[in-house]
């Protein structure tokens, strides 16, 4: 089955998925960690993206991000990607690809979804026993949404500020719906809709998309078309 094209949209939210090659490790120290947040601002900046949300995992990572241009998600994760490598392949005496292939991403419909993936993002960490609770983990926007530091090369959406009138009750309510946790069938779709490519949104979210993209944007119905009376 061929590969669908990669999905980016001006204006709208994206979910990025990138995997080390085989499953292996891609971040194995504080300083490489911290590289790649560092390489991530950069090049944020440098290609008009605003980044929301993250997650680094030892073997990969999850973004949440807004481009100005089409084509600016596809240059800053050519530019972090091509960096980074250099520095990991130096840094341990290898040579070739650390990334399993392309990276993944999607589009989400944000009043439906995004607060929900950022959760997905700040659980992540627990659902792999890295750490007993969210905010324990350095390694994702979590500390930042909940109050515990601050990151101030993260652009908070506009879902976040719908959270309260002042930056405590945001925070409070932020940790909240963290706390009370992602159902199972959100962290499907989540998954899958950034592992196909589907967009996920309802069904007019998706329509409307549909106007301004050739590709297919959800998965078909499985079974044979129905045939024309």
Same mark, same amino acid.
């Given at each position: 089955?061929?590969?669908?094209?990669?999905?980016?949209?001006?204006?709208? !939210?994206?979910?990025?998925?990138?995997?080390?090659?085989?499953?292996?490790?891609?971040?194995?120290?504080?300083?490489e960690h911290n590289a790649m947040l560092e390489l991530l601002a950069q090049e944020a900046r440098r290609h008009r993206v605003a980044l929301h949300a993250y997650v680094l995992m030892p073997?990969? &990572?999850?973004?949440?991000?807004?481009? =100005?241009?089409?084509?600016?998600?596809?240059?800053?994760?050519?530019? $972090?990607?091509?960096?980074?490598?250099?520095? &990991?392949?130096?840094?341990?005496?290898?040579?070739?690809?650390?990334? =399993?292939?392309?990276?993944?991403?999607?589009?989400?419909?944000?009043?439906?979804?995004?607060?929900?993936?950022?959760?997905?993002?700040?659980?992540?960490? !627990?659902?792999?026993?890295? !750490?007993?609770?969210?905010?324990?983990?350095?390694?994702?926007?979590?500390?930042?949404?909940?109050?515990?530091?601050?990151?101030?090369?993260? $652009?908070?959406?506009?879902?976040?500020?719908?959270?309260?009138?002042?930056?405590?009750?945001?925070?409070?309510?932020?940790?909240?719906?963290?706390?009370?946790?992602v159902t199972a069938p959100q962290q499907e779709a989540l998954t899958q809709s950034v592992l196909g490519g589907w967009v996920l949104g309802d069904a007019a979210y998706v329509a409307q998309?549909?106007?301004?993209?050739?590709?297919?944007?959800?998965?078909?119905?499985?079974?044979?078309?129905?045939?024309?009376?």
């Amino acid at each position: 089955m061929a590969r669908l094209p990669r999905l980016s949209l001006a204006g709208h !939210v994206h979910h990025l998925l990138q995997r080390g090659n085989n499953r292996q490790p891609i971040f194995t120290s504080t300083s490489e960690h911290n590289a790649m947040l560092e390489l991530l601002a950069q090049e944020a900046r440098r290609h008009r993206v605003a980044l929301h949300a993250y997650v680094l995992m030892p073997n990969h &990572f999850h973004i949440l991000a807004t481009p =100005e241009e089409v084509d600016g998600l596809s240059r800053m994760m050519q530019a $972090v990607g091509r960096a980074y490598v250099r520095a &990991f392949n130096q840094a341990h005496g290898r040579s070739g690809t650390l990334w =399993e292939g392309r990276y993944r991403s999607t589009l989400l419909q944000p009043e439906l979804h995004l607060l929900a993936c950022m959760a997905y993002f700040d659980l992540n960490p !627990v659902r792999a026993e890295l !750490v007993p609770a969210p905010g324990e983990y350095p390694w994702s926007s979590h500390q930042h949404y909940a109050g515990l530091r601050h990151d101030g090369w993260l $652009v908070p959406p506009p879902a976040y500020w719908a959270l309260g009138n002042t930056p405590f009750a945001r925070e409070a309510a932020y940790a909240e719906m963290v706390h009370a946790g992602v159902t199972a069938p959100q962290q499907e779709a989540l998954t899958q809709s950034v592992l196909g490519g589907w967009v996920l949104g309802d069904a007019a979210y998706v329509a409307q998309l549909q106007q301004a993209v050739p590709r297919r944007l959800s998965r078909a119905r499985p079974g044979r078309p129905t045939k024309a009376v």
